[in-house]
């Protein structure tokens, strides 16, 4: 074999998942080698970003040297193996910790594997950490974490979004080329596109939720961040598909993500999105910032140019799916939170000296402030003095997106909007909560219809941070969604953070 010249470690932790696995495979790189330069990443930028809740070095190196032999030994490896993966920590790994960046789950340790890590490992993945986030998922900036705010490797005084920040701080910083997320309003697109990265949310149903902590269980879906598009296919062929564990997820077969890809690239003289019907609300996107409508405009004009037919669709229903959003996801989350008890999990308070004062202390020592409000909102919308008021309100305003949303689906194959109303915000911009709660106004009705949706680099603000664009599908199109956002892909302005310039920061510092 010809002794071709060293790979770098800076050139190791710029390559995506694909990229590692085919070199690995190859004998171009060792596990090892791969598991030491994102090791040595980490060590000198996660003191700036502090996008790990856990950091698994000895199990990462032990499955690094395991991967060696194994490969050494003439074994047929999986499509996964010698990459390094970060995992939410509100998804469960047999053995690691489970903080849901919450003080209530300080020193709780995962006893079982989640549905989407076991089909990691199976494809010989190897898991590198837990990754912080917004307490159990509730959040858009990182401020609710009860471990420090995560940064955005694009300005280090800027939220890398939330509730997955950490996922979306530690790939767009490559400290591992690709992380899962957990989305229930938002929480994979929103810190994608505020990070310039790929975050894909499935369609309700179709990835497992078996293992991940529940926030709104009828919204929750897990999927993949990456620096790279096809690591979103690569990663959705492995983590969907029917699993007995989950009664909502469907009984389909993983699809081939990738491979489709590859029949879709003929040499074809029809430009690229000849045939496309792109569906955008213009009327709900009326009252856009200028920065992020100027930017969606100029690549729909692209996209146009490109053979792409846009067709206007009607759905200012979606006006109302703000509050729809936060009844629904409230409500599930104070049945769902109602097992943080002192008893059952996590955090039990000393100072209790009988029951009552053990669920009381408990509760208070061990929730942030996000957390208990919105318990509290939740069970105000369920009282049954309320519920016709707000929860069932809720549910057929939610139903009537829903079938909104088919009705657009009949004119059109794909719905595109901006992913968020602005580009990443500083920590301490003036915002108050509920300006918080209102930027997720095109990802969470989403949500609401269990539509599969995924946001895609596409330019910049006045202020150079990135901006993503959103492409949504109609029920379970996740494949034809994702072979859509390949063929739109090249045609979005993005670029890579500056980080060089942040690994110099960060060597200054120490
Ligand atoms: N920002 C939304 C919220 O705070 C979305 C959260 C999520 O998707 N986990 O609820």
Not at 446 to 454: D, E, K, R, T, V
Request: with cysteine; charged share 20%.
């Amino acid at each position: 074999m010809n002794q071709s010249k060293a790979i770098s470690n800076e050139e190791i932790t710029s390559f995506g998942a694909v990229q590692l696995n085919t070199l690995f495979k190859s004998g171009k790189l060792s596990a090892i080698q791969i598991a030491t330069a994102f090791i040595e990443r980490i060590k000198t930028l996660e003191p700036s970003l502090n996008a790990f809740i856990t950091l698994s070095e000895e199990s990462f190196f032990k499955k690094a040297h395991e991967l060696d032999f194994r490969k050494s030994q003439g074994e047929e490896l999986g499509s996964f193996a010698a990459v390094p993966v970060g995992v939410k920590d509100n998804i469960c790994v047999s053995g690691e910790k489970l903080t849901c960046a919450s003080k209530f789950l300080e020193n709780y340790v995962a006893p079982y594997e989640s549905t989407v890590t076991q089909r990691l490992l199976d494809e010989d993945a190897m898991l590198i950490g837990k990754l912080n986030m917004d307490e159990f998922g509730m959040g858009s900036n990182m401020k609710n974490s009860a471990y420090g705010i995560s940064r955005n490797p694009w300005n280090l005084d800027r939220t890398p979004g939330g509730s997955s920040g950490g996922s979306s701080s530690a790939v767009a910083a490559r400290l591992c080329p690709i992380a899962l997320g957990t989305d229930t309003g938002g929480s994979i697109r929103q810190p994608a596109s505020f990070c310039g990265i790929y975050g894909f949310k499935p369609s309700y149903g179709s990835v497992s939720r078996w293992g991940v902590v529940a926030f709104g269980s009828s919204l929750d879906q897990i999927g993949p961040l990456a620096h790279r598009i096809e690591d979103i296919g690569l990663c959705m062929q492995v983590i969907s598909g029917s699993c007995t564990k989950d009664s909502t997820c469907i009984d389909r077969p993983a699809q081939q993500y990738l491979r489709a890809q590859d029949q879709t690239s003929t040499t074809s003289e029809e430009p690229p999105l000849a045939n496309m019907r792109i569906g955008v609300p213009h009327h709900f996107l009326e009252r856009l910032n200028p920065d992020t409508k100027e930017v969606f405009y100029r690549h729909l004009e692209l996209f146009e140019q490109q053979g792409a037919q846009v067709i206007d669709v009607p759905l200012d229903i979606l006006k109302h799916s703000i509050a729809v959003y936060y009844i629904i996801a409230c409500a599930e989350a104070s049945t769902n939170l109602s097992r943080f008890d002192g008893v059952r999990y996590g955090k039990r308070s000393p100072k209790a000296e009988n029951l009552q004062e053990l669920y009381k202390f408990s509760k208070e020592e061990g929730f942030g402030y996000e957390v208990k409000k919105r318990i509290l909102l939740g069970n105000y919308c369920l009282a049954s003095e309320h519920q016709d008021a707000f929860f069932k309100k809720a549910q057929k305003v939610r139903k009537m997106i829903h079938q909104h949303y088919l009705n657009a689906f009949e004119e059109c194959d794909f719905i595109i909007t901006p992913t968020t109303p602005s580009g990443a915000y500083e920590f301490d911009a003036q915002m108050d909560p509920l300006q918080v709660y209102l930027a997720d106004i095109y990802t969470s009705p989403i949500n609401l219809a269990g539509l599969p949706s995924i946001s895609i680099p596409a330019g910049f603000d006045k202020e150079n941070m990135p901006l993503g664009l959103q492409i949504t599908a109609a029920p379970f199109k996740d494949k034809e969604l994702f072979q859509a956002a390949l063929a739109i892909d090249p045609l979005c302005e993005k670029s890579t953070p500056p980080l060089n310039k942040l690994v110099k920061q960060a060597k200054i510092k120490k």
